[in-house]
């Protein structure tokens, strides 16, 4: 019996320790973007087929919000940020 207890315990600890190092994945995995000016429907889709998005819902004052394809964690999620405030002609980017 002791040693089914230690086994258990140290399995226990084994997977605390694995769920505490993994990196975190990100409950939003959407990016809202506002340009400065209009943009066309082409520019959105080539930009789609750039960043590996897709438009989840057209928002009023040149604002789009995007779906990130794939699966995504809190890292991807802030390159993806980065990525779009370097753009020129954008505005604002949340998260």
Do not use: H, W
């Amino acid at each position: 019996m002791n040693k089914l207890n230690k086994r258990f315990l140290s399995s226990l600890i084994i997977s605390f320790s694995c769920l505490a190092t993994s990196q975190a994945f990100a409950f939003d995995q959407y990016v809202t973007i506002k340009f400065k000016k209009p943009v066309t429907k082409k520019f959105i889709q080539e930009l789609n087929q750039m960043t590996n998005t897709t438009v989840e819902k057209a928002l009023p004052a040149n604002t789009y919000k995007l779906k990130i394809g794939g699966v995504s964690n809190k890292s991807t999620l802030d390159k993806y940020s980065e990525f779009f405030l370097l753009m020129k002609n954008i505005e604002n980017v949340s998260p």
